[in-house]
């Protein structure tokens, strides 16, 4: 529900605004000066502020200065009293969204409201596309630089891989059983080495390979790949359930690989939240196959903190997140959204028994297919998530 803060120095005015604004299912703050106004910002968050001009105390252009520096992307619109029209121009000039006359047309005030709201839905629609851009180039940006790194790397590894056959086929070593277990465990060490560097190559230099018939094991595969030493850092337990025998879809195999890595970072999270790096932790990642859908899902459960209540509904949404200033973006899961809505996908999470919970997204096998107008999808998702 939108917030919206009535500001005014007399109360019989603030009351009918915020019972006319309650009717359109606004909900309403109200602050009888600029002090108390500045209160009520910083505990309610308001998206748009209704304000006068002329109060005792701290003025509306005053109070409009404040309110920018603490919170920008507030709207506020200013009332003005007969032959207030220069304290109008600036308020405008300060950053106000708008100003009005009293007696305030209500009509007009709501349209106004509106306005200022699709505002501010567009400059979260730019800001979100900027910081998918931004994303988008660190990420070749990254690519290019593991590409180079893993193509300077093969030559001294073959090198070294040469010189370890040598060594294991030399007669001494052949009659030294310790040493050439020693040898053994380095060449161990060196396959393992290759292999990095081989995943590193493949991430860095298929990222643009686009939508493709593939397995969406795939990307969970290369995801807990990447995040795998994340999780023993924070002593959370990871098991990984893939159903082998699921068909191939029609998938952007880095994009999804991005999600199942937004999910470990969220569970990471909540899991340190719970359990303070102590053990406790656990993980499961999960692909199924849907019969009655005919789709596959792919699910991240953990029993970290519980999704907090009422925050369900905006988990997706840009720049929404329920971590402390500096822990998260809000991002993460909005681009899932989007994501997901490019395969024609369904994403969500559901609360599991045991104090547990999963992430998922389900792609359809045939993307013509709408998952949520599928006969059964949500009975099938119930189901599935009981027997978890």
């Given at each position: 529900?939108?917030?919206?803060?009535?500001?005014?120095?007399?109360?019989?005015?603030?009351?009918?605004?915020?019972?006319?604004?309650?009717?359109?299912?606004?909900?309403?703050?109200?602050?009888?000066?600029?002090?108390?106004?500045?209160?009520?910002?910083?505990?309610?968050?308001?998206?748009i502020?209704?304000?006068?001009?002329r109060?005792?105390?701290m003025?509306?252009?005053?109070?409009?200065g404040?309110?920018?520096?603490?919170?920008?992307?507030?709207?506020?619109?200013?009332?003005?009293?007969?032959?207030?029209?220069?304290s109008?121009?600036?308020?405008?000039k300060?950053?106000?969204?708008?100003?009005?006359?009293?007696?305030?047309?209500?009509?007009?005030?709501?349209?106004?409201?509106?306005?200022?709201?699709?505002?501010?839905?567009?400059?979260?629609q730019?800001?979100?596309?900027?910081?998918?851009?931004?994303?988008?180039?660190?990420?070749?940006?990254?690519?290019?630089?593991?590409?180079?790194?893993?193509?300077?790397?093969?030559?001294?590894?073959?090198?070294?891989?040469?010189?370890?056959?040598?060594?294991?086929?030399?007669?001494?070593i052949?009659?030294?059983?310790?040493?050439?277990t020693?040898?053994?465990?380095?060449?161990?060490?060196?396959?393992?080495?290759?292999?990095?560097?081989?995943?590193?190559?493949?991430?860095?230099g298929?990222?643009?390979?686009?939508?493709?018939?593939?397995?969406?094991?795939?990307?969970?595969?290369?995801?807990?790949?990447?995040?795998?030493?994340?999780?023993?850092?924070?002593?959370?337990?990871?098991?990984?359930?893939?159903?082998?025998?699921?068909?191939?879809?029609?998938?952007?195999?880095?994009?999804?690989?991005?999600i199942?890595?937004?999910?470990?970072?969220?569970?990471?999270?909540?899991?340190?939240?719970?359990?303070?790096?102590?053990?406790?932790?656990?993980?499961?990642?999960?692909?199924?196959?849907?019969e009655?859908?005919?789709?596959?899902?792919?699910?991240?459960?953990?029993?970290?903190?519980?999704?907090?209540?009422?925050?369900?509904?905006?988990?997706?949404?840009?720049?929404?997140?329920?971590?402390?200033?500096?822990?998260?973006?809000?991002?993460?899961?909005?681009?899932?959204?989007?994501?997901?809505?490019?395969?024609?996908?369904?994403?969500?999470?559901a609360?599991?028994?045991?104090?547990?919970?999963?992430?998922?997204?389900?792609?359809?096998?045939?993307?013509?297919?709408?998952?949520?107008?599928?006969?059964?999808?949500?009975?099938?998702?119930?189901?599935?998530?009981?027997?978890?």
């Open positions: 529900m939108v917030k919206v803060m009535v500001v005014d120095d007399e109360e019989m005015l603030r009351t009918r605004m915020k019972s006319l604004l309650e009717l359109e299912d606004y909900e309403v703050f109200t602050a009888e000066n600029g002090l108390q106004a500045l209160e009520v910002l910083k505990a309610e968050n308001p998206e502020v209704v304000s006068d001009i109060m005792p105390g003025d509306g252009v005053e109070l409009l404040k309110i920018k520096a603490l919170a920008p992307a507030v709207e506020v619109i200013m009332l003005t009293g007969h032959g207030g029209i220069e109008a121009i600036e308020a405008l300060k950053g106000a969204f708008d100003y009005m006359s009293k007696p305030v047309n209500f009509d007009e005030l709501c349209i106004a409201i509106k306005r200022a709201l699709e505002v501010q839905a567009l400059r979260h730019m800001m979100f596309q900027q910081a998918q851009l931004v994303r988008t180039e660190k990420l070749s940006a990254v690519g290019e630089l593991g590409a180079g790194v893993a193509h300077e790397m093969n030559q001294p590894l073959m090198a070294i891989s040469t010189h370890l056959e040598t060594l294991l086929m030399n007669e001494i052949d009659g030294n059983p310790a040493l050439k020693k040898i053994t465990k380095i060449k161990d060490q060196f396959n393992r080495l290759s292999t990095i560097v081989k995943r590193m190559h493949a991430y860095s298929s990222r643009n390979e686009g939508f493709v018939q593939d397995t969406v094991n795939r990307p969970v595969q290369d995801g807990l790949f990447l995040f795998t030493q994340q999780f023993k850092d924070h002593n959370i337990n990871v098991s990984l359930e893939l159903d082998e025998t699921l068909p191939p879809v029609h998938i952007d195999r880095y994009s999804l690989q991005d199942v890595i937004n999910f470990m970072v969220n569970a990471r999270d909540a899991l340190d939240e719970k359990f303070s790096l102590q053990e406790g932790g656990e993980v499961r990642v999960i692909s199924r196959k849907l009655v859908s005919k789709a596959v899902l792919v699910g991240l459960i953990d029993n970290g903190i519980a999704v907090k209540g009422g925050s369900e509904k905006s988990l997706f949404d840009p720049f929404f997140t329920t971590k402390p200033p500096g822990k998260g973006t809000g991002l993460g899961l909005s681009v899932s959204y989007n994501i997901i809505k490019a395969h024609d996908g369904y994403i969500n999470f609360p599991l028994k045991n104090d547990r919970k999963i992430f998922y997204f389900v792609i359809p096998l045939d993307r013509r297919n709408n998952l949520l107008s599928m006969p059964g999808f949500n009975e099938e998702l119930k189901a599935f998530f009981e027997s978890l």
